[in-house]
């Protein structure tokens, strides 16, 4: 077994561990989305170029460029626009629970938050029914309604004068039971 070669892996790995960050999660919605106007670049190039006729010479030649680079897309000021309307409405969502906790105004580490979302006061939903039951209910009870004489699983029931299913009354069926056919429905 060639020891080296398991030496010098160890001795990588060490030296990566010492350079390496850790990778932490990040709020994607108060980044800039990728919005990149434009770039400028300056760079330097040196080339050299050897001769090899009847006397060797070395030819340097040194060049320095200016690059700009505009990306295709929406323009600038869209993009950034954007970028600030999504970073608003997050805000707008969050800043009820930031104003409803009087705790992090006394917190420095929350100072940027609080002064963000101070004077915001989230709007309620009030699409919602004044008996805050569901949809699901609203259609269950109109179909107990037009059908009083059906006993639904796991209902509750509407009318007063219905007893409540006894559950320890229930027995499981044998295996040769034979279950009742559906009744026929006749059109009307």
């Not at 929406?74 to 629970?97: F, H, P, S, W, Y």
């Not at 409803?100 to 609080?114: E, G, H, K, T």
């Not at 004044?130 to 259609?139: A, C, E, G």
């Amino acid at each position: 077994m060639n020891y080296y070669f398991t030496g010098l892996i160890i001795l990588a790995l060490t030296i990566l561990a010492l350079f390496v960050e850790p990778a932490y999660p990040r709020n994607e919605y108060l980044n800039d989305y990728g919005v990149r106007c434009g770039e400028f670049e300056i760079r330097t190039d040196k080339r050299e170029t050897d001769y090899n006729y009847s006397d060797s010479s070395t030819n340097e030649q040194q060049y320095l460029s200016f690059t700009y680079r505009k990306y295709l897309g929406t323009d600038c000021k869209t993009a950034k626009e954007n970028v600030a309307i999504k970073q608003q409405l997050e805000l707008m969502k969050m800043c009820g629970r930031v104003n409803s906790n009087p705790s992090l105004a006394y917190n420095s580490n929350f100072d940027l938050l609080v002064s963000k979302c101070r004077g915001v006061t989230p709007a309620r939903d009030n699409t919602r029914p004044t008996d805050s039951q569901s949809l699901w209910d609203d259609m269950k009870d109109e179909y107990k309604k037009e059908n009083p004489d059906v006993t639904l699983m796991g209902d509750k029931f509407i009318n007063s004068g219905k007893t409540k299913l006894n559950k320890s009354k229930l027995k499981i069926p044998s295996k040769d039971y034979i279950l009742p056919l559906p009744k026929p429905k006749i059109n009307e």
